[in-house]
């Protein structure tokens, strides 16, 4: 590459810090731009939910690199811009001042937006959501003062907060629209676990439910209003009910988007020029032969620099097994695999899930391993993904025996 590309990383996250910090490496000689809507240093987005939430982690712990690392490594950071469009043609970036910069390479990291709740009240001071740190300090601060919050949404983040909220003291409702928290990431025979482990730690889990209003004395917040009449006092409310990837720049370049930016195992999209990777990227996965978008941290943090080692032309095929961990009060677990809700046979456990140290193995109708998660069991993370990549039927006797080495199961 000559020394006047310029490769231009939208997106000043996990992912974009990671990207810069894989061009930097490949000592290209070109210039490598990083921008950023916050005007935070990049930073890990799991600690917003968990230790740094709960107050056991620093401020400085969560971020990806300490601001000298930037001038040192030669990328040239620039926070508080945001970016408004993409002009393909031209090789532009438009910014909100009007500005242009130009790129010969550019690799949206994105992310993702929270989910807004769709009903009256939701803009009631005391709503929060959590997604950026800013939004963590909120939550800390009220945790810090509430007696009593509501939850709205049983994904990770509402589980994580509302055993983050228990921790701290503070009584929780969970109104959660399935029969089961997590009901549709891990299906019924798992999700009772986490559904056990918060009623067991003190939560009010109410599940089947439908919020119709969120209630306010003025401009406050102070309760949930529920589809059949009932209330649920609250000094706040939490939402979590998803996140959208911002797309928004690959639809103003034309790009193809189909639940996030589409794109190949190399990460290009539907223009040569143009990369995206993490929770915006709808990537074709080599191993799984179809597109997924996955919105975890260790996608960000191995797959933008694939992208960028791509950018750099060197071949990349990305093929890393999805995997996520989750805290919860003294449950710790690790998940690895893919499966869409439904799209598997039957779970196979491992261990006692009563005293919560067991594996769980999700399976096709061909006794194929598709996804596995250890909870308060370690290092087995490899073996499992093993048994994913082997793709290969399984005895399922010797899957639930934990006398049976993983490693002897993979073929």
């Given at each position: 590459m000559s020394t006047d590309e310029t490769y231009?990383?939208?997106?000043?996250?996990?992912?974009?810090?990671?990207?810069?910090?894989?061009?930097?490496?490949?000592g290209l000689g070109g210039r490598i731009v990083l921008l950023g809507a916050e005007s935070e240093l990049p930073y890990e987005r799991p600690a917003l939910s968990k230790g740094y939430l709960q107050g056991k982690a620093e401020r400085d712990s969560i971020y990806v690199h300490p601001r000298q690392w930037y001038g040192d490594a030669g990328v040239d950071l620039r926070l508080g811009v945001t970016a408004t469009s993409v002009d393909p043609a031209a090789h532009q970036v438009t910014l909100a001042d009007g500005s242009r910069i130009g790129y010969s390479r550019l690799l949206l990291t994105t992310g993702s937006s929270p989910r807004r709740l769709p009903v009256p009240g939701a803009d009631l001071d005391g709503v929060l959501y959590l997604r950026t740190v800013g939004d963590s300090d909120r939550i800390r601060e009220l945790l810090?003062?509430?007696?009593?919050?509501?939850?709205?949404?049983?994904?990770?983040?509402?589980?994580?907060?509302?055993a983050a909220a228990r921790e701290a003291g503070v009584a929780v409702t969970i109104l959660e629209t399935a029969e089961l928290p997590l009901l549709r990431v891990?299906?019924?025979e798992v999700a009772r676990v986490f559904a056990d482990l918060h009623s067991e730690h003190g939560v009010d889990l109410r599940s089947g439910v439908e919020v119709c209003e969120i209630t306010g004395d003025g401009q406050r917040a102070t309760g949930v209003l529920l589809s059949d009449g009932s209330r649920v006092e609250a000094?706040?409310?939490?939402?979590?009910?998803?996140?959208?990837?911002?797309?928004?720049?690959?639809?103003?370049?034309g790009l193809e988007v189909r639940d996030g930016v589409r794109v190949t195992a190399q990460l290009r999209s539907s223009d040569p020029d143009i990369y995206a990777a993490g929770d915006v990227a709808s990537a074709f996965h080599p191993l799984l032969g179809k597109h997924i978008r996955v919105?975890?941290?260790?996608?960000?943090?191995?797959?933008?620099?694939?992208?960028?080692?791509?950018?750099?032309?060197?071949?990349?095929?990305?093929?890393?097994?999805p995997y996520f961990f989750s805290d919860q009060y003294d449950l710790g677990m690790e998940y690895s695999g893919y499966v869409e809700p439904g799209g598997y046979s039957d779970v196979v456990f491992r261990g006692d899930v009563e005293g919560r140290e067991f594996l769980a193995f999700w399976l096709d109708a061909g006794s194929r391993v598709l996804a596995g998660m250890n909870v308060n069991v370690w290092d087995v993370t490899d073996p499992v993904q093993a048994l994913i990549r082997a793709g290969q039927p399984v005895d399922r006797a010797a899957l639930a025996d934990p006398g049976t080495a993983l490693d002897s199961l993979a073929g």
């Open positions: 231009l990383i939208v997106g000043a996250s996990l992912g974009g810090a990671k990207a810069a910090e894989a061009l930097s490496a490949a810090a003062r509430a007696s009593r919050i509501a939850v709205i949404g049983a994904g990770w983040i509402g589980l994580e907060v509302a891990l299906g019924r000094d706040a409310v939490v939402v979590g009910v998803g996140i959208a990837p911002c797309t928004g720049l690959a639809e103003s370049a919105e975890h941290w260790a996608n960000a943090l191995n797959q933008a620099p694939a992208a960028a080692r791509a950018m750099a032309g060197e071949p990349v095929s990305y093929d890393r097994v």
